[in-house]
């Protein structure tokens, strides 16, 4: 092409883009695509029930899942960040459908007031809980639970003076560095917590308040004297 027709294109497409007509021709392009070709994922089901104690039925039960990324930080110490989550809660019948979820390994929890909180195939423990496979298009069924009843702690967190403490937060973890603590409902009026659905076992208590140092179980500072 001759030079004058180069700069006459040139000069069509800088017009095009000054007046915004080139962005609307883009954005004309975009929505006339199909929905599946620009947002298509791989999903499939979980599907399952759960029982409580006695084999009972349990309908309101929370059913969810997660697959956080592990990061390992200096001295070895392994750690686990938020990633994607999904839950439901369960039916009349006990039976649960998580739908939606995109193809991948995940661990499974259930939990239910009163009961200990369980991972799938009746494991208390994130790290050693077996992982369950969703594929595209398919349905992993019969991820079943039997929820067992939970045992409770309670306590009193205290601030300077011996007054309840403001805004206080307390936690239970069944190891030094789980990263899966089950928190405790805090009455500021009388500095009383309670915590419950906890699985039997031992657990580190630990403590915080409104400009207060956290602390754990028995008045320590750390983790590595509690």
């Known amino acids: 092409k001759s030079i004058t027709e180069v700069d006459s294109v040139f000069s069509s497409f800088i017009k095009l883009f000054r007046t915004g007509l080139f962005f609307s021709l883009l954005l004309s392009v975009f929505l006339a695509l199909p929905s599946q070709t620009l947002f298509a994922q791989a999903t499939g089901s979980i599907t399952g029930t759960v029982r409580g104690p006695d084999n009972n039925i ?33 039916a009349a019948d006990g039976t649960y459908t998580l739908s939606g979820v995109p193809a991948g ?8 007031s009163g009961c200990a909180t369980q991972f799938y195939d009746h494991s208390y423990d994130y790290f050693t809980a077996p992982t369950v496979t969703v594929a595209s298009g398919g349905t992993t069924s019969g ?57 039997a076992g031992t657990y580190y208590i630990g403590a915080s308040g409104s400009g207060l140092a956290r602390k754990y179980y028995n008045d320590v500072s750390s983790y590595n004297y509690a």
């Open 105 to 112: 390994s995940y661990r499974v929890q259930a939990s239910a």
């Open 58 to 90: 349990l309908a309101g039960a929370t059913v969810a899942i997660s697959n956080p990324s592990s990061i390992t930080l200096e001295g070895g110490l392994t750690v686990l960040v938020s990633g994607m989550s999904y839950s439901t809660t369960s």
């Open 143 to 199: 991820i079943n639970f039997d929820l067992v009843a939970g045992g409770t702690i309670t306590g009193t967190i205290l601030g300077p003076g011996g007054t309840p403490a403001a805004d206080a937060s307390v936690h239970a973890s069944n190891t030094m560095y789980s990263p899966f603590l089950i928190g405790g409902i805090y009455n500021a009026d009388n500095g009383t917590y309670t915590i419950t659905g906890l699985p």
